[in-house]
């Protein structure tokens, strides 16, 4: 056998050992659909810190006053072992709702007649009007940049799932700076 060949299996002999010892490294999928959902979101949750970190690091390498530097980086791990905690609690809060709903997967009823028209809600919310043709005008108490937003409701929507939808047009400023 030459040598050529020799390294060529050891190399795949290397690459199967490592895809089998990174596969036991993530959290063993045991528990029902839900668990492995929830178990997949945290880990979702806990890359995305992973990812924020790395872009503040890069951002605050770049800081040319060593002591605001150091401190830029103190914020960011401060930062991150807080959100290490919220991806913990939301991990706890789909595992205490596993407990409740089951581990079973579910497809929700999207059907059309499970919604409510969005041109005449048969239940609308008095605190969150969102039915089509409201206006909302917003002033704030400093009356920064003139001080007031507007927001209508529309009938333009989007259609999820075959259910209709209504839309809501962007903040606007009546000066055209928003």
């Known amino acids: 056998m ?19 010892t990174m596969a036991g ?13 929830a178990d997949t979101l945290l880990d979702a949750c806990k890359a995305s810190v992973i990812d924020d970190g790395a872009v503040g690091k890069a951002v605050f390498i770049n800081v040319t006053d ?7 980086l103190d914020d960011l ?5 807080e959100a290490n905690r919220l991806c913990e609690g939301q991990h706890d809060t789909r595992l205490a709702a596993c407990g409740v709903l089951g581990e079973d997967r579910y497809d ?15 239940n609308p919310n008095a605190y969150f009007p969102l ?16 001080g007031c937003r507007e927001r209508d409701q529309t009938d333009r929507g989007r259609e999820l799932y075959r259910v209709p939808g209504s839309g809501l047009r962007g ?8």
């Not at 060593?66 to 830029?72: E, H, V």
């Open 131 to 146: 039915g089509v043709g409201k206006h909302w005008k917003y002033r704030t108490a400093t009356q920064v940049n003139g």
């Open 108 to 122: 929700p009823d999207f059907r059309p007649a499970r919604f409510d028209n969005p041109r005449r809600p048969s």
């Open 66 to 72: 060593s002591n605001a530097r150091t401190a830029c």
């Open 171 to 178: 903040w606007s400023d009546p000066r055209g700076h928003g």
């Open 2 to 20: 030459s040598k050529r060949r020799i390294l060529a299996r050891l190399a795949v002999g290397f690459a199967f050992v490592m895809l089998g």
């Open 77 to 81: 791990a401060n930062s991150q072992d």
């Open 25 to 37: 490294m993530g959290r063993a999928q045991t528990g029902g659909y839900c668990t492995q959902t």
